[in-house]
């Protein structure tokens, strides 16, 4: 990273400029580096974020309080509304009776 960039790159948990390119940890991680982002870490605080340009998403538990099942839970219940959603479109749009 150069200067300029290290300088517009702040933490927006802590806001220090000490936010330095990290190694990707786990699939999450892989998949943001694909899709672009650059998986970055702050050195005062240790937040973990995906910079896609000038925009940070936070990565990792935010909140060491929150249950852990918390964001599996959500995870599964989207996939199941997405899932009733889709099988409600096919037979809405294709006329087949169920």
């Known amino acids: ?3 300029t960039e290290n300088v517009l790159r702040h933490c927006p948990k802590c806001g220090s400029v ?3 390119r990290s190694r990707r940890r786990g699939p999450i991680e892989r998949l943001f ?3 672009g ?3 970055c870490r702050c050195h005062d605080c240790c937040a973990r974020q995906a910079w896609f340009g000038f925009s940070p998403f936070p990565i990792g538990n935010t909140d060491p309080r929150a249950n ?3 964001g599996i839970a959500l995870f599964v219940s989207a996939c199941a509304v997405c899932m009733v959603l889709m ?3 096919v037979f809405r749009y294709t006329g087949i009776s169920g």
Do not use: N
Request: hydrophobic letters at 50%; zero cysteines; aromatic letters at 22%.
């Open 37 to 39: 982002g650059q998986i």
């Open 18 to 20: 000490r936010v330095h």
């Open 87 to 89: 099988y409600w479109m």
């Open 33 to 35: 580096s694909y899709l």
């Open 68 to 70: 852990p099942w918390a």
């Open 1 to 3: 990273m150069t200067v």
